[in-house]
């Protein structure tokens, strides 16, 4: 999966089962929706691939590029 960090951040917007990681409550979680990203997500492998295959169908559907 190629995507920019960019990409990252509107899919996981768009995406209702995205769950930040564990990390990311060190920093206040009340107001890090600027964080909100797939590479924050705990659905997020490490080969940089969403578990719930998610992330193709939210692309499609919301025409992100
Ligand atoms: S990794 Fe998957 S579940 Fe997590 S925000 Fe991205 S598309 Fe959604």
Do not use: W
């Not at 990409?7 to 060190?26: D, F, L, Q």
């Amino acid at each position: 999966m190629r995507a920019s960090f960019e990409t990252y951040r509107k899919v996981a917007k768009a995406c209702s089962a995205y769950e930040p990681m564990s990390e990311t409550k060190i920093s206040n979680s009340c107001c890090d929706t600027k964080d909100i990203s797939c590479t924050n997500c705990k659905h997020f492998d490490e080969d940089k691939y969403c578990v719930l295959d998610l992330y193709d169908k939210i692309v499609e559907n919301h025409g992100i590029q």
